[in-house]
């Protein structure tokens, strides 16, 4: 049988891995956190470590840092771009969105309601990143420079993480997890799952204006 001839690779393929700059290195560091720190939380779920939640959550503050610093790099360098910032959404997503959803679950919020909790605040973070996107670009053609966040910023969710981490630092995770659980309709919520609840709700509000730094 004739081997099909191989596509040809075309010029905007190229031009797209040009558009990568080194701002945009430090934001794949970030998500490369994110997995990271999902990946603990269910290796965490098999060997119910305690040290293993630990170092989950400790990925959370090293993508932050990744965060600020291609933010930094990127007006330093002056590499703004609609790539970088599409990128830096999806880094964010995965760091501040899924992996305390995770960490959340390994550490014991296991319940029926708290499953509804955590896929409503990832959905929130989603919906919170896809607005910026779309803020930032009509902010921008207007001023020149985006000046405040609508509603909070996803990365506030490192705070969820420490919660938890100091959770499992103190052993109080499972059944031990503070506020205990409440039975309702059929399925558990623990009182702790309503942070990320209120998590959600501050990063969709569109009266809450955070000044952007």
């Not at 119910?48 to 400790?58: C, H, I, M, P």
């Not at 933010?71 to 590499?79: I, K, L, N």
């Amino acid at each position: 049988m004739e081997a099909s001839p191989k596509a040809a690779v075309s010029p905007k393929h190229f031009s797209m891995i040009r558009a990568f700059h080194l701002a945009d290195v430090f934001t794949l560091a970030n998500a490369a956190c994110g997995v990271a720190g999902i990946g603990m939380a269910m290796r965490a779920l098999v060997t119910q470590r305690v040290e293993d939640l630990l170092v989950a959550a400790a990925f959370a503050p090293a993508a932050l840092l990744f965060d600020v610093v291609d933010g930094r790099v990127a007006r330093w360098r002056q590499t703004s771009s609609a790539l970088g910032r599409e990128l830096d959404s999806l880094a964010d997503v995965i760091s501040f969105g899924v992996a305390p959803a995770a960490l959340a679950y390994a550490c014991g919020l296991v319940g029926g309601w708290d499953a509804v909790v955590l896929v409503y605040f990832v959905c929130c973070g989603v919906s919170r990143l896809a607005r910026y996107n779309v803020t930032a670009e009509s902010m921008a053609e207007e001023t020149g420079k985006v000046t405040y966040f609508e509603g909070t910023p996803i990365p506030t969710s490192v705070v969820l993480t420490a919660v938890l981490a100091w959770c499992a630092w103190q052993r109080r995770i499972g059944a031990a997890l503070p506020g205990g659980v409440w039975t309702f309709l059929g399925a558990d919520l623990h009182p702790l799952t309503l942070l990320f609840a209120l998590s959600g709700t501050l990063m969709v509000s569109k009266t809450l204006r955070v000044p952007k730094l």
